[in-house]
């Protein structure tokens, strides 16, 4: 990837007390691209994600968005660069007893000071760009999973961001709802001249629309590409993954001793 980068990872180590979560990171984001971070659950990719909005600190190493070291910034730098960033939570995360224009509305008045009627023209303009355009009298409660996961995004987009986080948006939809997410994620990306990072285990929906995936397998990268490497790759870890198989280097048990041998069992 040749692209001028948004965001760089470089050598970033992390750690839990004596746990270490992130080995050595290595990424780079280039503006205008959306990239995959795939792993199985717990193996640091949230932890990424979380380093770049900089709510954690590296042990080591460093993370830089748009030139800044982010853990260098005081708080009213992080704030002015979180300004410029949009999260989409795991399942959406709307306020539930807001409605849906209050919740697309929310980061326009709490980071500018623009009037209510400039506000509401450009939420509609949001809702319509998720397909959404008359919902906004309607309470979280009463939309379907993928509804409120498109929501979520008009949220997350409230401010034309210059970077837009992903937390496993594919989370819990139907496989309708998934290629609609998947599809307005790739559109909105191009359409706002945005870098996407977008944190999955959705294998199948990612590749149709990434630029660029990296592979984290126990806090390291294991594996690089594009969609095409990636569904050809011969590390047996990601063919495992990518293919859904159940034999190879992920093991279907816990290391949890010989079974037989504890319950007396002789074979």
Known sequence: MSSEALVEIRDVNFAYDKRAILKGINMTFPKGKLIAVMGLSGCGKTTIL?????????????????????????????????????????????????????????????????PEEIIRDLVMMKLHAVGLYGTQDLMPAELSGGMARRIALARTIALDPMLIMYDEPFAGLDPISLTVVG??????????????????????????????????????????????????SGESFVRQFVHGEMDGPIPFHYPGGNFNKDLGVRV
């Not at 359409?191 to 977008?198: E, F, M």
């Not at 126990?218 to 569904?231: N, V």
């Open 50 to 114: 979380r380093h770049i909005g900089g709510v954690l600190k590296p042990t080591k190493g460093y993370v830089k968005v748009d030139g800044q070291v982010i853990h260098d910034l005081d708080q009213e730098g992080l704030y002015r660069m979180r300004r410029k960033m949009g999260m989409l939570f795991q399942f959406g995360a709307l306020f539930t007893d807001m409605t849906v224009f209050d919740n697309v509305a929310f980061q326009m008045r709490e980071h500018t000071d623009l």
């Open 183 to 232: 599809e307005l994620i790739r559109r909105l990306n191009d359409a706002l001249g945005a870098t996407s990072i977008v944190v999955t285990h959705d294998v199948q929906e990612s590749l149709k629309i990434v630029d660029y995936v990296y592979f984290v397998s126990d806090g390291a990268i294991i594996a690089e590409g594009s969609a095409d490497e990636i569904r050809n």
